[in-house]
C-alpha cells in the first residue's frame, strides 16, 4: 500500500513524532511504501472561503496544500498524527484539514489511521482522537484503529510505553 502519514505537530522530534516513526517502521517492514509529511514544514494557509474550488477544482493559493493534496488522492491509506491542544488537534491540522476542501469527494474509499498525544489520559484526548475519526470517515475513509499517545509531555516521554509497540505492530499488520 502507498501510506501518507500527515503529522500535524509543531514540535519537532516529540511523541508525535516518535509514534509515527515506530508505526512507519512496522510499515515498512511489512513492505508498504510510506512517505511522511510534517505540516510545520510546509507552507499552508488557512481556507478563505472564496469556494472557487467548487467550480475549478483548485484553490487559487499557490503554497504546499496542492502538492499535498495530490498525494493523499494517490494513497491508499491515511494516517493523521497530532498532539492534542486545548482538548482538541493541533492548529496546523485543523488548517489542513479545512484546505482538503477542493478534493474533499475524492478521498474516498481508503484505510485510514489516527495518532493521538496528550498529557492527559484516554479521557482528555478523546475528543482529538473522536474528531480526527469523524472527520476522515466524512471523506469516506474507514478507520482501522486509534493509537493513544496518553500521558506524555516532554519529548521523548512516549519511549517504553504500550503505545509504541502498538504504534509498531499497527504499521506491521497492514499489506
Ligand atoms: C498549547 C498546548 C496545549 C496543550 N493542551 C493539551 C490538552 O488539552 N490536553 C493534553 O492532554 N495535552 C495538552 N498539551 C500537551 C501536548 O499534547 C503534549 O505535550 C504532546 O506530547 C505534544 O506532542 P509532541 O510531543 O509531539 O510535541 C498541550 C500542549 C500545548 C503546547
Not at 516513526?21 to 488557512?46: H, M, T, W, Y
Not at 497530532?82 to 489542513?96: E, N
Request: glycine letters at 10%; a neutral charge.
Amino acid at each position: 500500500m502507498k501510506i501518507l502519514v500527515i503529522n500535524g505537530r509543531p514540535r519537532a522530534k516529540g511523541n508525535s513524532d516518535l509514534l509515527c516513526d515506530e508505526f512507519i517502521r512496522g510499515a515498512e517492514e511489512a513492505g508498504n511504501q510510506v512517505e511522511k509529511i510534517s505540516l510545520r514544514e510546509k507552507e499552508i494557509s488557512p481556507c478563505r472561503a472564496c469556494y472557487a474550488c467548487f467550480r475549478t477544482g483548485s484553490c487559487v493559493q499557490q503554497d504546499d496544500m496542492a502538492d499535498l493534496l495530490q498525494k493523499a488522492e494517490e494513497a491508499d491509506m491515511l494516517v493523521l498524527a497530532s498532539p492534542t491542544y486545548f482538548l482538541t488537534m493541533s492548529g496546523q491540522m485543523k488548517v489542513m484539514i479545512d484546505r482538503l476542501l477542493p478534493k474533499w469527494q475524492d478521498l474516498g474509499g481508503k484505510k485510514a489511521f489516527v495518532i493521538v498525544t496528550g498529557h492527559d489520559g484516554r479521557q482528555g484526548l478523546r475528543r482529538t482522537g473522536e474528531e480526527l475519526c469523524a472527520i476522515l470517515e466524512n471523506l469516506g475513509c474507514s478507520v482501522q484503529n486509534i493509537i493513544w499517545g496518553e500521558r506524555v509531555w516532554q519529548k521523548g516521554e512516549v519511549i517504553g510505553t504500550k503505545a509504541m509497540t502498538e504504534a509498531y505492530e499497527a504499521g506491521r499488520q497492514l499489506s
